[in-house]
């Protein structure tokens, strides 16, 4: 889970730490806005000099593919308003 928590953990520990490599268990990047995601995982990997690990996945049951497709309708009914 990457929650605003664990952004904030991941470039707290990437800056006090200089071999370890830092990563996600699993994303599930239908659930967030894909500009948002990819920036966030860019600037961690950017702070991290390259030692992210970015793991991503679409959902292994019918409810989170759902919960992601809702989602993603949500923001773009959002977005043209």
């Known amino acids: 889970m990457l929650g605003r928590i664990g952004e904030v953990?991941?470039?707290?520990?990437?800056?006090?730490t200089k071999k370890i490599k830092l990563g996600t268990g699993v994303?599930?990047?239908q659930q967030r806005d894909a500009i948002q995601t990819?920036?966030?995982?860019a600037?961690?990997?950017q702070?991290?000099?390259g030692r992210f690990?970015?793991?991503?996945?679409?959902g292994w049951n019918q409810d989170e593919?759902?919960?992601?497709?809702?989602?993603?309708r949500l923001s773009l009914t959002?977005?043209?308003?």
Do not use: E, R
Request: charged share 10%.
């Open 47 to 49: 702070v991290s000099q």
């Open 53 to 58: 690990l970015f793991g991503v996945g679409g």
């Open 9 to 16: 953990g991941l470039a707290a520990a990437s800056q006090v």
């Open 43 to 45: 600037s961690i990997d």
């Open 78 to 81: 959002a977005q043209l308003q």
């Open 27 to 29: 994303l599930l990047v």
């Open 65 to 72: 593919i759902d919960m992601g497709l809702a989602h993603h």
């Open 38 to 41: 990819a920036k966030l995982v």
